[in-house]
Every structure is written in structure tokens, then in C-alpha cells.
């Protein structure tokens, strides 16, 4: 079994927010396969589909971003360890609707991710980053993760989820380098553009 974690906030305040986005691809990838809430736990949120003959779970924690580790754990206890682990995330560091595969890293500061360090310990675990623009200076930063897009960024973004989704269904069926060669790549919103990133190729 697949596992993708996305990581985000629980309840209709925050489903529109930055730190959501991780979210908006779960529900486009259930949505593309027809898969409904199968269960609904106390700690997250769990659905199941099936690609490429490979079973995936999509599970979104409710255990508040900077628990998030906690639902993952609980998730192992009850469903055991998974074969493949992605965890979908936002990253003000990253422009508007770009993405970022990675085979692992630092959690970069990201509250979910080190919460997710926590629980996996010294195991590495792929990650797909959404940029959703900068704030205006590091004090700005939490109220920024909180607040909802501005109308103008939602085409970029809508856009950015369905990439997103595409790059989780070709983790599952080629795996993380297949993933960072296809969708690590700068994208122009304005232009509709992308150019690969020389780095990440």
C-alpha cells in the first residue's frame, strides 16, 4: 500500500487557506476516482482508491497541522506500515502554483513536516511541495498560511492542485524520480508556461 499524507487544518475555517492546499489535491484525486470517505476516524480522515493496481491511501489528518505526525502514527498502528509514504504539503517559499518534488530533505521550518519527522524518525519519505506565495516579511507569516487566496491566484492554483494530483498518481506508478522529472518544473501563471528547473532535472 501507497500512503499520502496531506497536511493541513481540520474544519470549515481554514478549508480555503493557504496551509490547505495539500488538502484541495486529496479531494481532487477522490474525486477523479470516484472514491468517497470511506472512514472517519478521530484523528483523520481516511480514503482509499485504487491505481495502476496499486492500492493508495489518502489520508488527511485531524489532528491540527502541528499534530499531524499523530494521525500518521495512529494510521500505521491500525493499518500498517505503508510500502511508499508522500506527504503533500504548501510552501510560502516556493511562487504561486509551482511544485517541488523531493525524495526527502528538512522539514524547512513547516510545523506538519516536523511533526511528521517526529513520527517517522530516521526513515526518509517522499514530499510534494505547492507553492503558495510569500509572505510579507517572516512576522507576517502565520496570519499569511491562515488567510484564503486572493480571487485573482485561484486559476493558478486550480491549476496547481490538478498538477498535483497528476504528479501523486505518477509517484504511485513510477515512483519519486519518475515524479521530480516530470513536475519540477517553474511555472509562469501570467504565461501559462513552465520551463524545467536545470536543478532538479
Known sequence: MHRVVGLGN???RYARTRHNVAWWVLDELAGRHAVALSE???TAHV???RFKDIEVELLQPLTFMNLSGQALTNARERDGMEDGLLVVTDDVYLPLG???VRAGGS???HRGLESIETAVGSLEYARLRIGVGAAEGSAALREHVLEEFAPEDLPALEAAVRRAADCVET???EGVLGAMNRFNRRVDPAATTVRQEESES
Open 40 to 42: 472517519n476516524r478521530t
Open 98 to 100: 509551482m511544485l517541488r
Open 107 to 109: 522539514s524547512g521550518g
Open 47 to 49: 480514503r482509499r482508491l
Open 10 to 12: 481540520p474544519g470549515e
Open 171 to 173: 509517484w504511485v506508478s
